[in-house]
């Protein structure tokens, strides 16, 4: 066919389809099904684009990947054996690292468990603490106003000490 507009309410073509242009659907709620099944579909609503796979896993396959709003702000970059990089507007707030990950930012949580030591830098307000094990302070401590331990064994109070029992190693 030799023409500069083909119209048919139904095409249906047998083989290789070549286009050499856009290939468009110009209405809202229709979709470009793709499978036996027609089950990976790709819809535009007017005012949402959807991506609909009904078999199992929608597998992107890149050698990075990056998602980005309509003015090329960052979301989530994905980058070959190396980081993924989650983003809050626009600023990177989380990215995994081969030991872990390295947060931007304050981390709120309900709760944490951690394995290994930890390691603080700066100042931690802690409102409970229970310590279970060996403890070693490189520096004074000071407990409440009245109390310093300082990191040549010397102890110092100030105010009024009541004890049952002081040990002193």
Do not use: M, P
């Amino acid at each position: 066919i030799t023409t500069a507009e083909v119209r048919a309410n139904t095409l249906v073509v047998t083989g290789v389809s070549t286009f050499f242009d856009n290939v468009r659907i110009d209405a809202d709620n229709k979709k470009l099904q793709i499978g036996d099944g027609q089950d990976l579909e790709l819809l535009h609503t007017g005012t949402d684009s959807i991506i609909r796979d009904t078999t199992g896993k929608l597998r992107i396959r890149s050698n990075d990947l990056k998602l980005e709003d309509g003015s090329s702000n960052d979301y989530i970059e994905c980058n070959l054996g190396a980081d993924v990089i989650l983003y809050y507007n626009n600023n990177a707030k989380l990215a995994t690292t081969n030991t872990g990950v390295t947060v931007t930012g304050t981390v709120v949580a309900d709760g944490a468990d951690i394995n290994g030591d930890l390691d603080v830098d700066g100042h931690t307000d802690l409102d409970n603490v229970s310590i279970a094990g060996v403890t070693t302070f490189s520096n004074n401590v000071h407990v409440g106003t009245g109390i310093t331990f300082e990191s040549n064994g010397q102890a110092t109070y100030t105010g009024i000490v009541i004890a049952l029992k002081f040990v002193v190693f």
